[in-house]
């Protein structure tokens, strides 16, 4: 099945600083992708839609000049958070659509856990 | 996309079968039941999905009532590594638009020993 990575798996980092988590579809090309957060015994909340070439999709309550995605090619799509805080500890977690199949499933990474000091 | 309701917990023995229900009065006739599963700290990982018919793959069955207003997810025989939060999603179906998936707060189910 398609397969979608996300680097690094954890990280750890001070209070202020800006850590960029990785999204790619190993084996296939995706012109969507989903960012989504996950906080400690709760369900994901969709942060953004992420499309190839264009500016990304904010849910409402997401701070589009915090949190900033960037989709520069069809397998690869970042989210940096900006100055993080500790309330940004969070399960970051992105999907790829498959877009070569009639049903344009989702897939899932694997997850970036931060933790911010 | 219409709303899901499901228990917030199940346990199961292993080796037997874990039918994990779901709730969706309010689905329309172009919606389809998706279901997922999350093991802890990982990405959820696609289970199944039906319009209106039974569905069945290597990994579980689908059963859609006549009426299309619940569901049942079926893991014929439930092993330790099932044990996981279970999704059950309605959504349309677009082939034209991303429409990305609405998670509720889902099913923990425990595969007991």
């Known amino acids: 099945g398609a397969v979608v990575s996300q680097h690094p798996s954890w990280v750890i980092c001070k209070s202020g600083t800006s850590v960029k988590i990785e999204c790619r579809s190993l084996?296939?090309?995706?012109?969507?992708m989903f960012w989504y957060r996950q906080f400690p015994k709760q369900s994901l909340m969709l942060m953004a839609t992420s499309n190839e070439g264009s500016k990304a999709t904010y849910e409402q309550g997401v701070e589009k000049d915090k949190f900033l995605i960037n989709h520069a090619s069809l397998t690869l799509s970042t989210l940096t958070v900006t100055s993080a805080h500790p309330e940004d500890s969070s399960f970051y977690i992105c999907?790829?659509?498959?877009?070569?199949?009639?049903?344009?499933?989702?897939?899932f990474g694997p997850g970036t856990r931060l933790t911010v000091l | 996309d219409a709303k899901t309701t499901q228990p917030p917990s199940m346990d199961c023995a292993e080796g037997r079968a874990a039918n994990l229900p779901c709730n969706h009065s309010?689905?329309?006739?172009?919606?389809?039941v998706y279901w997922y599963r999350q093991i802890h700290s990982q990405g959820p990982q696609y289970i199944i999905h039906?319009?209106?018919n039974n569905e069945t793959n290597e990994m579980a069955s689908l059963i859609i009532t006549e009426d299309r207003k619940s569901s049942t997810l079926i893991l014929p025989h439930a092993t330790l590594r099932d044990t996981a939060v279970y999704y059950c999603i309605v959504r349309l179906l677009s082939s034209g638009s991303a429409r990305q998936l609405t998670f509720g707060s889902g099913t923990q189910l425990t595969v007991l020993p």
């Open positions: 999907s790829a659509r498959f877009a070569g199949g009639f049903y344009n499933e989702q897939f």
């Open positions: 084996d296939f090309q995706a012109t969507t």
């Open positions: 309010t689905i329309s006739g172009n919606e389809y």
């Open positions: 039906g319009l209106k």
